[in-house]
Protein backbone atom coordinates (compact mmCIF):
# COMPACT_ATOMS: atom_id res chain seq x y z
CA UNK A 1 0.00 0.00 0.00
CA UNK A 2 0.43 3.30 -0.60
CA UNK A 3 0.27 5.37 2.51
CA UNK A 4 0.64 9.00 3.05
CA UNK A 5 1.06 10.45 6.50
CA UNK A 6 0.83 14.51 7.03
CA UNK A 7 2.69 15.46 9.81
CA UNK A 8 6.22 14.15 11.49
CA UNK A 9 5.12 14.13 15.02
CA UNK A 10 4.29 11.61 17.95
CA UNK A 11 1.89 10.28 16.38
CA UNK A 12 4.06 9.76 13.24
CA UNK A 13 6.51 8.35 15.33
CA UNK A 14 4.48 5.84 16.70
CA UNK A 15 2.86 5.17 13.55
CA UNK A 16 6.06 4.64 11.43
CA UNK A 17 7.73 2.29 14.00
CA UNK A 18 5.46 -0.55 14.27
CA UNK A 19 5.36 0.37 9.59
CA UNK A 20 8.90 0.85 9.07
CA UNK A 21 9.97 -2.88 8.91
CA UNK A 22 6.54 -3.33 6.48
CA UNK A 23 6.29 -3.70 2.82
CA UNK A 24 4.14 -0.86 2.91
CA UNK A 25 5.52 2.60 1.07
CA UNK A 26 5.22 5.82 3.44
CA UNK A 27 5.67 9.05 2.37
CA UNK A 28 5.84 11.57 4.94
CA UNK A 29 4.85 15.26 4.48
CA UNK A 30 5.71 17.93 7.08
CA UNK A 31 5.49 20.90 6.69
CA UNK A 32 8.50 22.53 8.73
CA UNK A 33 11.64 23.16 6.13
CA UNK A 34 13.81 20.23 7.59
CA UNK A 35 14.45 17.97 11.23
CA UNK A 36 16.18 20.78 12.67
CA UNK A 37 13.12 23.51 11.91
CA UNK A 38 12.28 24.88 15.60
CA UNK A 39 8.41 24.09 14.24
CA UNK A 40 9.04 20.80 14.01
CA UNK A 41 6.81 18.16 16.27
CA UNK A 42 5.57 18.72 19.45
CA UNK A 43 8.40 16.85 20.70
CA UNK A 44 11.00 19.79 20.99
CA UNK A 45 10.20 21.41 24.76
CA UNK A 46 10.73 19.58 28.08
CA UNK A 47 10.06 15.85 26.72
CA UNK A 48 8.34 15.24 29.80
CA UNK A 49 7.53 11.77 29.44
CA UNK A 50 4.79 9.60 31.86
CA UNK A 51 3.05 6.94 32.04
CA UNK A 52 -0.18 6.97 33.99
CA UNK A 53 -3.93 5.81 33.05
CA UNK A 54 -5.56 9.15 34.62
CA UNK A 55 -3.72 11.79 32.26
CA UNK A 56 -2.59 11.94 28.79
CA UNK A 57 -5.91 11.77 26.45
CA UNK A 58 -9.16 9.69 26.41
CA UNK A 59 -7.46 7.02 24.81
CA UNK A 60 -7.11 3.28 26.93
CA UNK A 61 -3.33 2.94 26.63
CA UNK A 62 -1.79 -0.55 28.15
CA UNK A 63 0.74 1.15 30.62
CA UNK A 64 3.28 -2.08 29.58
CA UNK A 65 2.90 -0.06 25.88
CA UNK A 66 3.14 3.49 27.09
CA UNK A 67 6.40 2.53 29.22
CA UNK A 68 8.02 1.05 25.98
CA UNK A 69 7.60 4.29 24.22
CA UNK A 70 9.22 6.10 27.46
CA UNK A 71 12.02 3.87 27.19
CA UNK A 72 12.13 4.46 23.24
CA UNK A 73 12.27 7.92 23.41
CA UNK A 74 15.26 7.90 26.61
CA UNK A 75 16.90 5.49 24.18
CA UNK A 76 17.25 7.60 21.34
CA UNK A 77 18.74 10.46 23.35
CA UNK A 78 22.79 10.68 23.58
CA UNK A 79 23.24 10.47 27.38
CA UNK A 80 20.29 8.21 28.53
CA UNK A 81 19.83 10.88 31.42
CA UNK A 82 16.73 11.61 32.54
CA UNK A 83 14.92 13.01 35.51
CA UNK A 84 12.49 10.50 37.46
CA UNK A 85 9.58 11.16 40.02
CA UNK A 86 6.47 9.34 40.70
CA UNK A 87 3.10 11.32 41.51
CA UNK A 88 1.19 10.09 44.62
CA UNK A 89 3.19 5.96 44.73
CA UNK A 90 3.38 7.39 48.17
CA UNK A 91 0.38 6.48 50.40
CA UNK A 92 1.16 9.30 53.03
CA UNK A 93 0.89 12.32 50.63
CA UNK A 94 -1.64 10.60 48.70
CA UNK A 95 -4.01 10.93 51.99
CA UNK A 96 -3.06 14.34 53.42
CA UNK A 97 -3.99 15.95 49.42
CA UNK A 98 -7.23 13.22 49.50
CA UNK A 99 -8.18 14.59 52.95
CA UNK A 100 -8.13 18.29 51.77
CA UNK A 101 -10.58 17.35 48.80
CA UNK A 102 -8.02 17.02 45.83
CA UNK A 103 -8.14 13.98 43.56
CA UNK A 104 -4.09 13.19 43.23
CA UNK A 105 -3.20 11.72 40.25
CA UNK A 106 -0.62 8.59 39.74
CA UNK A 107 1.80 8.60 37.43
CA UNK A 108 5.24 7.99 36.56
CA UNK A 109 7.60 10.65 35.11
CA UNK A 110 10.84 10.81 32.87
CA UNK A 111 11.75 13.63 32.06
CA UNK A 112 14.19 14.27 28.93
CA UNK A 113 14.32 18.06 29.39
CA UNK A 114 14.30 20.75 25.96
CA UNK A 115 18.56 20.80 25.74
CA UNK A 116 18.38 16.78 25.04
CA UNK A 117 15.35 16.85 22.79
CA UNK A 118 16.46 18.06 19.52
CA UNK A 119 19.10 15.08 19.48
CA UNK A 120 16.28 12.35 20.38
CA UNK A 121 13.97 13.49 17.35
CA UNK A 122 16.81 13.66 15.43
CA UNK A 123 18.00 10.28 15.86
CA UNK A 124 14.72 8.59 15.19
CA UNK A 125 14.20 10.41 11.88
CA UNK A 126 17.83 9.21 11.33
CA UNK A 127 16.58 6.06 12.34
CA UNK A 128 13.60 5.54 9.89
CA UNK A 129 15.33 7.61 6.86
CA UNK A 130 17.69 4.70 6.87
CA UNK A 131 14.91 2.49 5.59
CA UNK A 132 13.80 2.27 2.32
CA UNK A 133 10.30 2.57 1.84
CA UNK A 134 10.17 5.67 4.08
CA UNK A 135 10.13 8.86 2.14
CA UNK A 136 10.47 12.15 3.91
CA UNK A 137 8.89 15.40 1.83
CA UNK A 138 10.31 18.47 4.06
CA UNK A 139 8.36 22.00 3.33
CA UNK A 140 5.28 19.96 2.01
CA UNK A 141 2.16 21.36 3.61
CA UNK A 142 -0.82 19.83 3.08
CA UNK A 143 -3.83 21.73 2.82
CA UNK A 144 -6.24 20.02 0.79
CA UNK A 145 -7.75 16.01 1.60
CA UNK A 146 -10.20 14.63 -0.54
CA UNK A 147 -10.90 11.03 0.66
CA UNK A 148 -12.96 9.35 -2.12
CA UNK A 149 -14.06 5.81 -2.18
CA UNK A 150 -10.89 4.30 -3.80
CA UNK A 151 -8.30 6.61 -2.96
CA UNK A 152 -7.53 9.75 -0.70
CA UNK A 153 -6.14 12.77 -2.70
CA UNK A 154 -3.50 15.59 -1.04
CA UNK A 155 -3.23 18.84 -2.60
CA UNK A 156 -5.46 17.86 -5.53
CA UNK A 157 -2.36 15.80 -7.42
CA UNK A 158 -1.38 12.99 -5.18
CA UNK A 159 -3.32 9.97 -4.51
CA UNK A 160 -2.82 7.05 -1.74
CA UNK A 161 -4.56 4.04 -0.47
CA UNK A 162 -4.49 5.32 3.23
CA UNK A 163 -3.72 8.61 4.88
CA UNK A 164 -2.97 9.67 8.56
CA UNK A 165 -3.46 12.96 9.76
CA UNK A 166 -1.12 13.54 12.50
CA UNK A 167 -0.95 17.11 12.25
CA UNK A 168 -1.27 18.06 15.78
CA UNK A 169 -2.70 20.79 17.37
CA UNK A 170 -0.76 23.52 14.88
CA UNK A 171 -2.23 21.81 12.25
CA UNK A 172 -5.80 23.41 13.40
CA UNK A 173 -6.47 24.49 10.01
CA UNK A 174 -5.99 21.45 8.25
CA UNK A 175 -8.74 19.38 10.17
CA UNK A 176 -11.39 22.29 10.88
CA UNK A 177 -11.31 23.00 6.60
CA UNK A 178 -12.16 19.05 6.44
CA UNK A 179 -14.57 19.38 9.21
CA UNK A 180 -16.42 22.01 7.79
CA UNK A 181 -17.18 19.52 4.64
CA UNK A 182 -18.17 16.91 6.99
CA UNK A 183 -19.41 18.19 9.72
CA UNK A 184 -20.30 14.70 11.21
CA UNK A 185 -16.62 13.76 11.64
CA UNK A 186 -17.01 16.17 14.63
CA UNK A 187 -18.19 14.43 17.94
CA UNK A 188 -17.64 16.95 20.93
CA UNK A 189 -16.42 19.88 21.13
CA UNK A 190 -16.99 21.49 24.29
CA UNK A 191 -14.42 21.85 26.89
CA UNK A 192 -11.61 24.68 27.22
CA UNK A 193 -8.99 24.94 30.04
CA UNK A 194 -8.24 28.66 30.87
CA UNK A 195 -5.38 29.55 33.66
CA UNK A 196 -2.64 31.18 34.82
CA UNK A 197 1.20 30.04 34.55
CA UNK A 198 2.28 29.76 38.65
CA UNK A 199 5.83 30.63 39.70
CA UNK A 200 7.23 30.49 42.99
CA UNK A 201 11.09 29.47 45.05
CA UNK A 202 11.58 26.24 44.67
CA UNK A 203 12.31 25.41 48.17
CA UNK A 204 8.63 26.10 48.92
CA UNK A 205 7.79 22.94 47.04
CA UNK A 206 11.12 21.09 47.38
CA UNK A 207 9.57 18.31 49.38
CA UNK A 208 6.92 17.43 46.68
CA UNK A 209 9.43 18.19 43.90
CA UNK A 210 11.92 15.58 45.31
CA UNK A 211 8.88 13.10 45.99
CA UNK A 212 7.80 13.28 42.86
CA UNK A 213 9.07 15.40 39.98
CA UNK A 214 5.84 16.44 39.50
CA UNK A 215 2.28 16.96 41.32
CA UNK A 216 -0.63 16.35 39.32
CA UNK A 217 -3.98 17.05 41.30
CA UNK A 218 -7.49 17.99 40.43
CA UNK A 219 -9.82 19.64 42.57
CA UNK A 220 -13.69 20.79 42.59
CA UNK A 221 -13.44 24.02 43.67
CA UNK A 222 -16.53 25.86 45.48
CA UNK A 223 -17.42 27.47 42.04
CA UNK A 224 -18.21 24.10 40.54
CA UNK A 225 -15.22 24.33 38.23
CA UNK A 226 -13.19 21.32 38.29
CA UNK A 227 -9.24 23.05 38.47
CA UNK A 228 -6.11 21.05 37.38
CA UNK A 229 -2.16 21.49 38.11
CA UNK A 230 -0.60 20.81 34.77
CA UNK A 231 3.07 20.59 33.63
CA UNK A 232 5.20 21.39 37.10
CA UNK A 233 8.63 22.54 36.11
CA UNK A 234 11.10 22.22 38.89
CA UNK A 235 14.10 25.00 38.34
CA UNK A 236 12.52 25.50 35.34
CA UNK A 237 11.31 28.33 33.02
CA UNK A 238 8.54 30.11 32.01
CA UNK A 239 8.25 31.02 28.54
CA UNK A 240 5.71 32.57 26.02
CA UNK A 241 3.91 30.20 23.34
CA UNK A 242 2.86 32.06 19.88
CA UNK A 243 -0.33 30.93 18.45
CA UNK A 244 -0.18 33.21 15.39
CA UNK A 245 -2.64 36.07 16.48
CA UNK A 246 -2.41 36.10 20.19
CA UNK A 247 0.48 34.76 22.93
CA UNK A 248 0.12 32.58 25.75
CA UNK A 249 2.19 31.24 28.71
CA UNK A 250 3.60 27.52 29.17
CA UNK A 251 6.88 26.57 31.01
CA UNK A 252 9.90 23.62 30.49
CA UNK A 253 12.99 22.43 32.50
CA UNK A 254 16.04 21.77 31.34
CA UNK A 255 18.83 19.09 32.27
CA UNK A 256 21.44 21.06 32.53
CA UNK A 257 20.58 24.52 33.08
CA UNK A 258 18.52 25.11 36.42
CA UNK A 259 16.75 28.08 37.56
CA UNK A 260 15.55 29.15 41.54
CA UNK A 261 11.76 28.77 40.68
CA UNK A 262 9.34 26.47 39.94
CA UNK A 263 6.65 26.91 37.80
CA UNK A 264 3.38 24.94 37.22
CA UNK A 265 -0.07 26.02 35.16
CA UNK A 266 -3.07 26.14 37.44
CA UNK A 267 -6.13 25.44 34.91
CA UNK A 268 -9.68 25.52 35.21
CA UNK A 269 -12.25 23.71 32.70
CA UNK A 270 -14.79 25.68 31.07
CA UNK A 271 -17.29 22.85 29.82
CA UNK A 272 -19.83 24.91 27.42
CA UNK A 273 -23.23 23.95 26.78
CA UNK A 274 -25.61 24.45 24.27
CA UNK A 275 -26.33 26.98 21.94
CA UNK A 276 -22.65 27.76 22.32
CA UNK A 277 -20.15 25.54 20.48
CA UNK A 278 -17.07 27.43 20.14
CA UNK A 279 -14.86 26.85 22.74
CA UNK A 280 -11.54 27.44 20.86
CA UNK A 281 -12.68 31.36 20.08
CA UNK A 282 -13.98 31.69 23.90
CA UNK A 283 -10.53 30.46 24.78
CA UNK A 284 -8.90 33.00 21.93
CA UNK A 285 -10.76 35.70 23.03
CA UNK A 286 -9.73 35.95 26.42
CA UNK A 287 -5.97 35.36 25.40
CA UNK A 288 -6.70 38.31 23.09
CA UNK A 289 -8.06 40.54 25.78
CA UNK A 290 -5.01 39.66 27.77
CA UNK A 291 -2.88 40.73 25.00
CA UNK A 292 -4.36 44.20 24.47
CA UNK A 293 -3.77 44.99 28.55
CA UNK A 294 -0.55 43.52 28.29
CA UNK A 295 0.69 45.29 24.98
CA UNK A 296 1.32 43.26 21.81
CA UNK A 297 3.12 39.91 22.21
CA UNK A 298 3.05 40.09 26.01
CA UNK A 299 1.61 38.32 28.57
CA UNK A 300 0.41 39.97 32.04
CA UNK A 301 2.44 39.01 35.26
CA UNK A 302 0.83 40.02 38.72
CA UNK A 303 1.64 39.09 42.78
CA UNK A 304 -0.65 36.41 43.67
CA UNK A 305 -1.68 38.89 46.86
CA UNK A 306 -2.83 41.63 44.02
CA UNK A 307 -4.12 38.58 41.52
CA UNK A 308 -6.49 37.57 44.83
CA UNK A 309 -7.65 41.18 45.72
CA UNK A 310 -7.80 42.78 42.09
CA UNK A 311 -5.31 45.20 42.05
CA UNK A 312 -2.91 46.03 39.15
CA UNK A 313 0.64 44.50 40.20
CA UNK A 314 3.44 47.62 40.02
CA UNK A 315 6.01 46.31 42.35
CA UNK A 316 8.36 42.71 42.63
CA UNK A 317 9.13 41.33 46.31
CA UNK A 318 11.57 38.66 46.68
CA UNK A 319 10.03 36.21 44.14
CA UNK A 320 11.46 37.52 40.68
CA UNK A 321 10.16 36.06 37.06
CA UNK A 322 12.14 33.47 34.72
CA UNK A 323 10.23 35.00 31.94
CA UNK A 324 12.35 37.66 29.92
CA UNK A 325 11.79 41.05 30.62
CA UNK A 326 10.28 42.29 27.08
CA UNK A 327 7.98 39.49 26.98
CA UNK A 328 5.59 40.51 30.05
CA UNK A 329 3.81 43.75 31.52
CA UNK A 330 3.09 44.19 35.44
CA UNK A 331 -0.64 44.37 35.52
CA UNK A 332 -4.05 43.06 36.59
CA UNK A 333 -5.30 40.11 34.93
CA UNK A 334 -8.69 40.31 36.67
CA UNK A 335 -9.53 42.99 33.61
CA UNK A 336 -9.41 40.14 31.77
CA UNK A 337 -10.90 36.48 33.15
CA UNK A 338 -13.84 36.04 34.02
CA UNK A 339 -14.38 36.39 37.81
CA UNK A 340 -15.74 32.45 38.00
CA UNK A 341 -12.42 31.27 36.64
CA UNK A 342 -10.69 33.75 39.06
CA UNK A 343 -12.32 32.17 42.33
CA UNK A 344 -11.50 28.98 41.37
CA UNK A 345 -7.57 29.05 40.89
CA UNK A 346 -7.50 31.35 44.51
CA UNK A 347 -9.89 28.90 46.13
CA UNK A 348 -7.66 26.42 44.77
CA UNK A 349 -4.39 27.84 45.71
CA UNK A 350 -5.69 28.94 49.44
CA UNK A 351 -6.86 24.84 49.50
CA UNK A 352 -3.27 23.92 48.61
CA UNK A 353 -1.65 25.81 50.75
CA UNK A 354 -3.46 23.92 54.04
CA UNK A 355 -0.84 21.29 52.93
CA UNK A 356 2.11 23.42 51.31
CA UNK A 357 3.01 26.04 53.35
CA UNK A 358 4.04 29.22 51.36
CA UNK A 359 1.76 28.51 48.44
CA UNK A 360 0.07 31.75 48.60
CA UNK A 361 2.37 33.64 50.15
CA UNK A 362 1.53 37.05 48.74
CA UNK A 363 4.37 37.61 46.37
CA UNK A 364 4.32 34.47 44.54
CA UNK A 365 3.98 34.94 40.64
CA UNK A 366 0.93 34.76 38.58
CA UNK A 367 1.37 35.00 35.02
CA UNK A 368 -1.60 35.01 32.24
CA UNK A 369 -2.87 33.94 30.01
CA UNK A 370 -2.14 30.16 30.43
CA UNK A 371 -4.94 28.43 27.78
CA UNK A 372 -5.54 24.50 27.30
CA UNK A 373 -7.48 24.18 24.15
CA UNK A 374 -9.03 20.50 23.26
CA UNK A 375 -9.20 19.70 20.16
CA UNK A 376 -12.79 18.64 17.99
CA UNK A 377 -13.21 15.03 19.11
CA UNK A 378 -12.76 13.07 15.44
CA UNK A 379 -15.10 10.35 14.70
CA UNK A 380 -12.30 7.94 13.27
CA UNK A 381 -14.56 5.58 11.76
CA UNK A 382 -16.45 8.20 9.19
CA UNK A 383 -13.48 7.21 6.61
CA UNK A 384 -11.93 3.71 6.22
CA UNK A 385 -8.80 4.78 4.35
CA UNK A 386 -8.63 8.24 6.17
CA UNK A 387 -7.46 8.35 9.65
CA UNK A 388 -6.73 11.00 12.37
CA UNK A 389 -3.87 10.58 15.15
CA UNK A 390 -2.42 12.15 18.14
CA UNK A 391 -3.57 15.72 19.38
CA UNK A 392 -5.39 16.83 16.08
CA UNK A 393 -7.69 13.51 16.32
CA UNK A 394 -8.58 14.93 20.09
CA UNK A 395 -7.94 11.76 21.69
CA UNK A 396 -4.37 12.71 22.90
CA UNK A 397 -2.84 15.55 24.64
CA UNK A 398 0.82 13.99 25.45
CA UNK A 399 3.82 12.67 23.50
CA UNK A 400 3.69 9.26 24.96
CA UNK A 401 -0.21 8.72 24.25
CA UNK A 402 0.15 10.63 20.95
CA UNK A 403 2.65 8.06 20.23
CA UNK A 404 0.87 5.12 21.79
CA UNK A 405 -2.13 6.58 19.28
CA UNK A 406 -0.24 6.21 15.95
CA UNK A 407 1.30 2.61 16.73
CA UNK A 408 -2.05 1.33 17.58
CA UNK A 409 -3.92 3.02 14.55
CA UNK A 410 -0.73 1.30 12.04
CA UNK A 411 -1.41 -1.82 14.13
CA UNK A 412 -5.47 -1.85 13.75
CA UNK A 413 -4.17 -1.18 9.60
CA UNK A 414 -1.76 -3.82 9.54
CA UNK A 415 -4.59 -6.38 10.93
CA UNK A 416 -7.10 -5.09 8.34
C1 LIG B 1 5.40 24.06 24.56
C2 LIG B 1 4.87 22.65 24.68
C3 LIG B 1 5.45 21.78 25.60
C4 LIG B 1 4.96 20.48 25.71
N1 LIG B 1 5.55 19.66 26.61
C5 LIG B 1 5.12 18.37 26.71
C6 LIG B 1 5.76 17.47 27.61
O1 LIG B 1 6.71 17.82 28.29
N2 LIG B 1 5.28 16.20 27.69
C7 LIG B 1 4.22 15.76 26.95
O2 LIG B 1 3.85 14.59 27.07
N3 LIG B 1 3.60 16.60 26.08
C8 LIG B 1 4.03 17.88 25.95
N4 LIG B 1 3.41 18.73 25.07
C9 LIG B 1 2.31 18.18 24.24
C10 LIG B 1 2.89 17.30 23.12
O3 LIG B 1 3.87 18.04 22.42
C11 LIG B 1 1.78 16.85 22.18
O4 LIG B 1 0.75 16.23 22.92
C12 LIG B 1 2.30 15.86 21.13
O5 LIG B 1 3.46 16.33 20.48
C13 LIG B 1 1.22 15.59 20.09
O6 LIG B 1 1.74 14.81 19.05
P1 LIG B 1 1.13 14.90 17.57
O7 LIG B 1 1.88 13.96 16.73
O8 LIG B 1 -0.34 14.80 17.65
O9 LIG B 1 1.45 16.40 17.08
P2 LIG B 1 2.84 17.14 16.98
O10 LIG B 1 3.89 16.44 17.74
O11 LIG B 1 2.55 18.57 17.32
O12 LIG B 1 3.26 17.06 15.43
C14 LIG B 1 2.48 17.64 14.41
C15 LIG B 1 3.38 17.90 13.20
O13 LIG B 1 2.55 18.19 12.08
C16 LIG B 1 3.13 19.25 11.31
N5 LIG B 1 2.03 19.88 10.54
C17 LIG B 1 1.01 20.66 11.02
N6 LIG B 1 0.16 20.97 10.01
C18 LIG B 1 0.65 20.41 8.89
C19 LIG B 1 0.19 20.38 7.54
N7 LIG B 1 -0.95 20.99 7.17
N8 LIG B 1 0.93 19.71 6.63
C20 LIG B 1 2.10 19.08 7.00
N9 LIG B 1 2.57 19.08 8.27
C21 LIG B 1 1.84 19.72 9.21
C22 LIG B 1 3.75 20.14 12.38
O14 LIG B 1 4.77 20.96 11.82
C23 LIG B 1 4.30 19.11 13.36
O15 LIG B 1 5.63 18.75 13.05
C24 LIG B 1 3.87 20.03 24.91
C25 LIG B 1 3.29 20.91 23.99
C26 LIG B 1 3.80 22.21 23.87
C27 LIG B 1 3.15 23.13 22.86
Known sequence: MKIAIVGFGAAAIGF???MKNTDHEL??????????????????ADGKLFVSEGMGGD???DVKLQKQFVDYYINHSDTKNVETGK???????YKKFYEKGFLPISAD?????????KQVLYNIYEDFNSHKNVLFHFNSEIKHINPTNEKVILNEKDSFDRVVICVGRSGHKLVNNLTIKHPDLILDNTNVDIGIRF??????????????????IKYKSKTGYMVRTFCNNPSGYVVTENYGD?????????????SKNTNFAILTTVKLTQPFNDPIGYGSHIAKLTNILAGENKVILQTYKHFKNSKRTKNLYRVFPTLEKEKYILGDINLAFPRRIIESIVDFIETLETIVPGVANADNLVYAPEIKFYSN???????????FMGDCSGATRSIIYATAHGYMIAEEILNN
Open 199 to 216: ELPNHIVEELNKEMYEFK
Open 27 to 44: HIFEKSKDIYSSSISGIR
Open 87 to 93: SFSNDGY
Open 109 to 117: FYHIGTDQL
Open 16 to 18: IEK
Open 377 to 387: KINNNKFSNLK
Open 59 to 61: LKV
Open 246 to 258: FFTVNGHAKINEK
